[in-house]
């Protein structure tokens, strides 16, 4: 049996080591780039505190010494389901007897004319991108010598009040804060202006109220300016509208929403299959693409016909587990039980030593949240080297309040 | 006083952490990127075995707590010798008492029609490029059907057996030979060709004829075919021509020389100074531009009019820190005696446990020169937080023959 995963995040990733275990089976796994990405942290790229390279780990070296196990590095054109073929865009096709789709999401900007002025967060590219940004716009800042302009370059709206829009706040007054506190003579880095919209009537809004007002304190304490229920209504170059409010940034940031990738529009067209809000798959109890038994999708391209799921690493390695032994016990002829996820909580973090807990019925915030926070992701980050690495550069910076990544290229 | 010093390598910074005991002098340090560069590292950002930010520091960072420091991210458009003004290519200038040149050097492709056909190594993006480049050729070759071209993806050829070309053939070969080796099920990366291409009639010709011979012996049991006297007649793209002997290589790779930055132009065109081999500025024993006192030049942008200096760390970090001496005694009043280079000897390394060195009348080879290398490269490598990171990938590399940045982007 030849099974293709197209996509090595977290989903793809183990629904591959999960099957490859199986030597019997014959694993393809198929992405545009050559590395696992360990998304969560794309923000301390994007700020500076670790390089690209601590937080990726080449797909080839997951799978080195298994010879059941391909890795192809290509992007994936469509699907053929009747012929059971995977078309690439190099013109090659695939044969498979099941394919599993973890192909993830990017950003969703809904006004393109809004497009071209922001920042995302999904990729290596966008974090290296955005940190050349916030580096340059201090160092524009410093020989600025119109006092607007300097304000401007000083300025960064991120917007958003999820995760990734808290993180990156967070981590942007400190760098301003701290970091940089000494390293300039015309300008004071900790005069920046961090300012959170959301659109919402608070952030992290997946977690309690409670824990919500305690991000919004602890982000507050490190000089952000958090904007609630605050819309956008423009976004122009170095401009952002709110209604008649104007915020002249240098630095907009968009961590406003996701959508799939486009291999959902094209299993649409090419499959006729449903799409779902944020044009997910839809996928019935054995995530297997409605109408179509052979093909599973799973993680942020994948909506669970059931229950919602948030679009977060755990439920894409619990469905990638899933979907390997799934597949497994199909190849032996035995039976499989439906898809459920398990809910073991979830963190969010706010600067250098504060984070929010929300596990089971415990809620908790602070100092003791952030170790538990740190702990649990250094130890997921897959890869004994980068554990050790990002390790010790965070007891660095926590003890030195410098970061090792501060370089414009 | 007021002291501009122009680039923040090897002899800038030096120059300038001396100038800046001085609390009396006034130090602007100018440079287009916001980092240090520790350049004998490229190679092995090149290949995949370090990160950017692993071998830069913010030169921000050196000054932080010296408030008569100034650090100006800019480029020099030229200098008014009559005014004493540095002019900047935003159109601002800068006066000074004393200027010091440290813009180093570049690449120097004296063809321009290969320049387009080959990758240098003088910065991190050229790094980044080749290392891109590298890896894409062993993902392109593992999907190729043609042998022919198969062939050519995974052929490496080096122009130039100077210290870079070794330290680049030794790495990719044994990224292929080691790190790659059970990556791939289509390709075997061992059957990979690295090709070093040297005009003379050793590689390595600053060192003992004897020591040569080494490096040589130790390339090719990595499996490095080391071309002698061979001298490169055409470049196009894909291929390299030498006379009758074609090399169909994907990647071809320039360590052929450098000339001085464009600077030492201009200053030829504004100021009338003398340009000697490699565009570099003449230089009188107190390391003045010949017929502008308040002009220092030093390290490889400088041409030393006593004796002719190898363009290498330690010339231009005693040039530094001499520069920065002289004119601080020049501020005193005191007298001052012309600079002499003191050799403390040279090495170069081949691969993960074999070096050369000679060190006074001291000429040696094999894994002591290279514990040796290791040490001393270690030790030079500037900033604390570097110093343990490369330390400790280097014995993670060492102890698994894996690679901490092989990802392409």
Redesign the interface.
Known sequence: MKVIVVGAGFGGINAAKTLAKNKSIDVVVVDK???HLFQPFLYQVATAGL????I?V?I??FF??Q?NV?????EVAGIDQKSRLLKLS?N?NLKYDKVVIAAGAKNHIFNQDWAKHVYGLKS??DA?SLRKNI?MSF?LA??EQDPVKRKAYTTFAIIGGGPTGVELAGAIAELARFT?S????NIDPSDTRVILIEAGSRVLSTFDQGLSKKAKRALEKLGVSVWLESKVSNICKGKVELGSDVINANTIIWAAGVVSTDLAKDLEADVGVNLKRGNRLLVNEFLQVKGCEDIYAIGDISYFEKEELPGIAPVAIQQGKYVGKAIKRLFKEKEIRPFSYVDKGHMATIGRSKAIAQIGKLRFGGTIAWYLWVFIHIYFLIGF??R??VF??WL?SYL?Y?R??????
């Open positions: 780039r050559n590395y390089s690209p390279a601590d990726s080449p080839r070296a080195r010494g010879k391909e890795v192809i590095m290509g190099n090659k290596i590219q290296l580096l160092e410093e020989v940089l000494e390293d300039f003579r080297r980068n050790v690495s010790l550069q660095w030195t410098k090792g990544a501060r370089i414009i290229n």
